[in-house]
């Protein structure tokens, strides 16, 4: 194509995922051609994450080593780094290009005009930016349905990176939904930044997206991840009693010591949200319940920390996402006393991690021998050749049974698993 190649890769979280996919079809739009080999690349974009300083260090050295090894290449630098740093980033000799997170879907025609910067007053921005994607390549269709945050949680950066919640429509979502049915897909995942948010301003609450999509939709679903003061038990009763939610709940929890979590800004117990755990398990048949959990906060004694282990052992959590606190410049956390050394910090993440690998492996032996629906995806697996799926409750499995049914809902027995994967035989 006329407009030169790019090659794009996306940083973080599933929002982040969703938002390069647009920005590749915007792109194509203004007839620029994607390559997969950034040798031949005349733009290498970078859609970036900015959840951690190592995130933000990993952004500078692609773009630095991008330059280095291709000095011709012209490198594009938008997300969240781009969002927080501006047009300062344009004084680095490695980026030719900075756009922000509203502006990102703009691409095809800043670089057809030349523009080297466009970075939209995030926290300005009063409504969602409605954008349909229309990539059919994947199994699972993933579903920005909102962006931003309220919240001011003492060590996050990101509500200066994505500004005030903002909430697409229910009739925009339940369309989006439909019109992924006809296309083929059998599944969608409800994404965005804070999804428990969805509807503060419109005046609604997000039981009320679900009670619709309940109603108006036909495929399977699940979440994104949700504080624990947003499941309640309305919520819980609905997706109890559905024959379309995936039983796989990932909780932003952030700590398991009380002390901690106040500090943090979140304003929930440890308590509390044990005893929810306790009854999603009850609710649903073996669902998959995975969580966040930042290792050596600011202010986190060897107390508070074994606390935490303490509760995160008695937990019925399937699996624990964890990494050392990083200071973000601009958080409160930033000027708080008490911070550790890396060291202490690395150490108290490895230990979550191996918690983690032991309750994840409780899980799934408690999955061995069941029945499970899996939604076999559209390609077979690189490495064996196998279908493969995923179940209702978030378990990778690699069917054994031979097949062509791709991109269908079978029924399959869990025979054995091997690190993350179940090798299981269709019924």
Request: aromatic letters at 10%.
């Amino acid at each position: 194509m006329q407009n030169g190649k790019f090659f794009i890769k996306s940083m973080g979280c599933k929002s982040n995922q969703f938002e390069g996919s647009l920005i590749i079809e915007n792109l194509l739009k203004f007839e620029f051609e994607q390559t997969f080999d950034i040798k031949t690349a005349d733009f290498y974009i970078l859609n970036s994450c900015s959840v951690t300083h190592k995130s933000d260090n990993e952004t500078l050295y692609l773009l630095r080593n991008a330059k280095h090894l291709y000095p011709s290449i012209k490198t594009v630098l938008t997300g969240c780094v781009a969002q927080i740093e501006k047009e300062k980033l344009l004084e680095l000799d490695y980026i030719d290009y900075v756009f922000g997170n509203n502006d990102k879907f703009n691409l095809g025609e800043f670089l057809l005009k030349d523009k080297r910067s466009v970075i939209s007053d995030i926290m300005r921005i009063p409504e969602f930016n409605y954008q349909v994607l229309d990539d059919t390549s994947k199994t699972r269709l993933s579903l920005k349905i909102q962006d931003g945050c309220n919240n001011r949680c003492s060590y996050c950066i990101i509500p200066f990176a994505r500004g005030m919640s903002r909430s697409a429509n229910s009739d925009f979502i339940v369309n989006q939904i439909n019109n992924a049915e006809q296309k083929g897909f059998k599944e969608v995942v409800l994404t965005g930044i804070h999804i428990g948010q969805w509807g503060l301003d419109l005046g609604l609450k997000f039981v009320d997206l679900i009670k619709e999509i309940e109603e108006k939709t036909a495929i399977r679903y699940r979440l994104g991840s949700l504080n624990p003061l947003e499941i309640t038990d309305e919520l819980l009763d609905i997706l109890q009693n559905s024959e379309k939610f995936c039983p796989h709940f990932h909780l932003s929890l952030q700590s398991a010591c009380n002390k901690t979590l106040k500090s943090m800004n979140r304003f929930y117990s440890v308590e509390q949200y044990l005893e929810q755990i306790e009854d999603i398990t009850n609710r649903f048949h073996k669902p998959f319940l995975g969580s966040d959990i930042i290792a050596g906060f600011v202010g986190e004694t060897e107390s508070d920390f074994n606390t935490t282990i303490e509760n995160l052992k008695k937990s019925k959590l399937s699996k624990i996402h964890t990494f050392p606190y990083s200071i973000r410049k601009g958080t409160i956390a930033e000027k708080m006393e008490g911070h550790l050394p890396d060291k202490i910090k690395q150490e108290r993440a490895d230990i979550i991690k191996a918690v983690s690998s032991e309750k994840f492996k409780v899980f799934m032996d408690s999955n061995v021998g069941d029945e499970q629906e899996v939604l076999i995806e559209k390609r077979p697996d690189k490495k064996t050749g196998l279908p493969k799926g995923v179940t209702k409750n978030y378990l990778n499995v690699l069917i054994n049974t031979p097949t062509n049914e791709f991109n269908t809902i079978k029924k399959v027995r869990l025979n054995s698993y091997n690190n993350d994967k179940f090798s299981a035989t269709l019924l």
